[in-house]
């Protein structure tokens, strides 16, 4: 079993800046990739970022270049850095993790709202 564990999220503005933490817990050794995901209203959740064990890194289109996702692996913790936040990016995000056998984890998730 792993633990995901999300900082809260928050209110920012246009064009503002916001970083998330999330720390994991638990079978940590099993851990291979961790990701984050968000839901909008009415819309599905949809992967943001990945990155692996090794630090290899994956982005939707609507994010490249804005977030960047980096793990501490000492700390057991994955972050996300969002910069130049659009109202568009006003969600529910969640931090997942996926462990041995392909199981996958998700933390509580957490909002962030992006006033225009």
């Known amino acids: 079993q792993v633990q995901l564990v999300e900082s809260e999220g928050g209110l920012v503005q246009t064009g503002g800046s916001l970083r998330l933490s999330c720390a994991a817990s638990g079978s940590i050794s099993s851990i291979n990739a961790m990701a984050w995901y968000r839901q909008a209203p009415g819309k599905q959740r949809e992967l943001v970022a990945h990155i692996t064990s090794g630090g290899t890194t994956n982005y939707a289109d609507s994010v490249k270049g804005r977030f960047t996702i980096s793990r501490d692996n000492a700390k057991n913790t994955v972050y996300l850095q969002m910069n130049s936040l659009k109202p568009e990016d006003t969600a529910v995000y969640y931090c997942?993790?996926?462990?041995?056998?392909?199981?996958?984890?998700w933390g509580q998730g957490t909002q962030v709202t992006v006033s225009s």
């Open positions: 997942a993790c996926r462990a041995a056998l392909n199981q996958w984890y």
